[in-house]
T-cell receptor, first 110, second 114 residues
Framework: GDSVTQMEGPVTLSEEAFLTINCTYT??????LFWYVQYPGEGLQLLLK?????DKGSNKGFEATYRKETTSFHLEKGSVQVSDSAVYFC?????????FGTGTSLTVIP | DTEVTQTPKHLVMGMTNKKSLKCEQHMGHRAMYWYKQKAKKPPELMFVYSYEKLSINESVPSRFSPECPNSSLLNLHLHALQPEDSALYLCASSQDPHRVGEQYFGPGTRLTVT
């Protein structure tokens, strides 16, 4: 069935470090892919999206590329900040249904 | 405007109480969703409304009763809840129930059942 697998956390990084959070998916059809971010005590916010193979989504310094050949949508940021501390969810949508990964908690220390 | 609003932000209720959660969006979206989220877990889908009709009920206990009075509003009526129902309840919407497009989430209602 359709599913998302993302990197287990928690992840702890120093400020200005490089971030990668891995996400792979299994889907029938042609899914759209998303990264959501959830700050403590808040709802999920859409961080970026990609709707077809080779699309790159980007926002606030974060990037992810839709790789059909490896069924992946890894999240990257070149230099993280303390304010990036949050839980990150990879998600896909196919045939109207949404599927979320288990979430990766990121803590950035000064 | 990509805002989904939810009220109340926090709710404490006893097991015999009846309460309602409210959700509103003015983006013209035709799909609306209720999710339950436990700490450190992803959201779990409860209900989906498609063009104001209930299209998905993920085997949710009858003590949770959804309602969609119009295309902008979504309610979740709560009755005789259990302590294990304590969680963050998230509302979301998307433009089209059947095609591509992202979901927009509200800030959630933090529910505590005592």
């Amino acid at each position: 069935g359709d599913s998302v697998t993302q990197m287990e956390g928690p992840v702890t990084l120093s400020e200005e470090a490089f971030l990668t959070i891995n996400c792979t998916y299994t889907a029938t059809g042609y899914p759209s892919l998303f990264w959501y971010v959830q700050y403590p005590g808040e709802g999920l916010q859409l961080l970026l999206k990609a709707t077809k193979a080779d699309d790159k989504g980007s926002n606030k310094g974060f990037e992810a590329t839709y790789r059909k050949e490896t069924t992946s949508f890894h999240l990257e940021k070149g230099s993280v900040q303390v304010s990036d501390s949050a839980v990150y969810f990879c998600a896909l949508r196919v045939l109207g249904q949404f599927y979320f990964g288990t979430g990766t908690s990121l803590t950035v220390i000064p | 405007d990509t805002e989904v609003t939810q009220t109340p932000k926090h709710l404490v209720m006893g097991m015999t109480n009846k309460k309602s959660l409210k959700c509103e969006q003015h983006m013209g979206h035709r799909a609306m969703y209720w999710y339950k989220q436990k700490a450190k877990k992803p959201p779990e889908l409860m209900f989906v409304y498609s063009y104001e009709k209930l299209s998905i009920n993920e085997s949710v206990p009858s003590r949770f009763s959804p309602e969609c009075p119009n295309s902008s509003l979504l309610n979740l009526h709560l009755h005789a809840l259990q302590p294990e129902d304590s969680a963050l309840y998230l509302c979301a919407s998307s433009q089209d129930p059947h095609r591509v497009g992202e979901q927009y989430f509200g800030p959630g209602t933090r529910l505590t059942v005592t």
